[in-house]
């Protein structure tokens, strides 16, 4: 037996499959030590095992950069947002949900507007005003035609990216067209674990440009739930970047006098669609808290 480090790739029914960092596939199981702590296993995670052939046994979960809750899947490195201009149209808040599901992650993101010939006038610009600032960066694309995807793969190559949105933007049309063999790169993972891609609902990472791209069955679907956060500030840069310059501690940047959050907003320093969505999650969190204790 052998001590071997790897990534887990896949994650499924109490096994865990781990690409080694020499290259052979392990088959694991977790180790009984291991499993009498708390702890959290997720695909993307990188680990240590006591390897036999192709079986393993996991006895340490290396440190992690970061963990989303769902889909579960650790060390990302970036989290495309991906929205059509137009055919449905984009939800702000929906844009604004899903970055603060990153942000709260610690997880870079990008957001990716397709269908951009149906964008309306001036579209780009807007949400260019309102995210580019903020760091994230605004990539314009058309996955019907291929157009616009350099940029995208720039930024993304040799990276662990999740792709997440609402359905109808075209997410399989715009991975199609940035990597024609992915398809056959998972049909390769799927056989090579004995699974095939859509027969989980958890997490798998598939070869993609020299790193991987996470399939998470359900995510198009964006629920507050996947929110792990004590304030719904924690997903927004420009609020967090205020903190304590409020007159009160424990301020909320809703009714309070003399916030900083509220006054940034008034200037025009903080767009006052983000300030709306902050509202709005800020409810929803509340309202999910109570049935949560209600229960």
Same mark, same amino acid.
């Given at each position: 037996?052998?001590?071997?480090?790897?990534?887990?790739?896949?994650?499924?029914?109490?096994?865990?499959?781990?690409?080694?960092?020499?290259?052979? /596939?392990? =088959? !694991? &199981?977790?180790?009984?030590?291991?499993?009498?702590?708390?702890?959290?296993? *997720?695909?993307?995670?990188?680990?240590?095992?006591? %390897?036999?052939?192709?079986?393993?046994?996991?006895?340490?979960?290396?440190?992690?950069?970061?963990?989303?809750?769902?889909?579960?899947?650790?060390?990302?490195? /970036?989290?495309? %947002?991906?929205? *059509? #201009?137009?055919?449905?149209?984009?939800?702000?808040? $929906?844009?604004?949900?899903?970055?603060?599901?990153?942000?709260?992650?610690?997880?870079?993101?990008?957001?990716? $507007?397709?269908?951009?010939?149906?964008?309306?006038?001036? +579209?780009?610009?807007?949400?260019?005003?309102?995210?580019?600032?903020?760091?994230?960066?605004?990539?314009?694309?058309? *996955?019907?035609?291929?157009?616009? $995807?350099? %940029?995208?793969?720039?930024?993304?190559?040799?990276? =662990?990216?999740? +792709?997440?949105?609402?359905?109808?933007?075209?997410?399989?049309?715009?991975?199609?067209?940035?990597?024609?063999?992915?398809?056959?790169?998972?049909?390769?993972?799927?056989?090579?674990?004995?699974?095939?891609?859509?027969?989980?609902?958890?997490?798998?990472?598939?070869?993609?440009?020299? @790193?991987?791209?996470?399939?998470?069955?359900?995510? @198009?679907?964006?629920?507050?739930?996947?929110?792990?956060?004590?304030?719904?500030?924690?997903? +927004?840069?420009?609020?967090?970047?205020?903190?304590?310059? #409020?007159?009160?501690?424990? #301020? =909320?940047?809703?009714?309070?006098?003399? #916030? *900083?959050? &509220?006054?940034?907003?008034?200037?025009?320093?903080?767009?006052?669609?983000?300030?709306?969505?902050? !509202?709005?999650?800020?409810?929803?969190?509340?309202?999910?808290? &109570?049935?949560?204790?209600?229960?």
């Amino acid at each position: 037996m052998s001590q071997q480090t790897g990534r887990i790739i896949k994650t499924y029914n109490g096994y865990y499959y781990v690409l080694g960092d020499n290259g052979t /596939w392990y =088959t !694991c &199981k977790v180790r009984g030590r291991l499993k009498q702590k708390r702890f959290v296993i *997720a695909a993307g995670d990188r680990v240590e095992l006591d %390897a036999a052939g192709e079986e393993g046994m996991i006895t340490e979960i290396l440190p992690r950069r970061n963990l989303l809750q769902r889909p579960l899947v650790a060390n990302v490195d /970036w989290l495309a %947002a991906v929205f *059509a #201009c137009a055919d449905p149209d984009p939800s702000f808040l $929906l844009i604004d949900k899903l970055l603060a599901l990153a942000e709260a992650a610690n997880i870079p993101a990008v957001l990716v $507007l397709n269908k951009a010939d149906l964008a309306p006038e001036g +579209f780009f610009d807007r949400l260019e005003a309102v995210y580019a600032p903020l760091g994230y960066p605004v990539l314009q694309v058309e *996955a019907k035609n291929g157009k616009g $995807l350099d %940029a995208l793969l720039e930024k993304i190559s040799d990276s =662990t990216v999740v +792709f997440g949105g609402p359905s109808g933007v075209g997410k399989s049309t715009l991975l199609n067209h940035l990597n024609p063999e992915l398809s056959l790169k998972t049909g390769q993972v799927s056989a090579k674990i004995g699974r095939g891609r859509h027969t989980t609902r958890f997490a798998e990472l598939l070869p993609f440009q020299g @790193g991987y791209i996470v399939d998470t069955p359900g995510f @198009g679907n964006i629920d507050l739930a996947e929110l792990v956060m004590d304030d719904a500030a924690q997903g +927004f840069r420009e609020l967090k970047a205020r903190a304590g310059q #409020c007159r009160f501690s424990g #301020c =909320t940047h809703t009714h309070e006098p003399d #916030c *900083a959050v &509220k006054a940034a907003v008034a200037a025009g320093e903080i767009a006052a669609s983000r300030y709306e969505s902050y !509202c709005m999650i800020r409810q929803e969190l509340a309202a999910q808290k &109570k049935r949560g204790q209600k229960s």
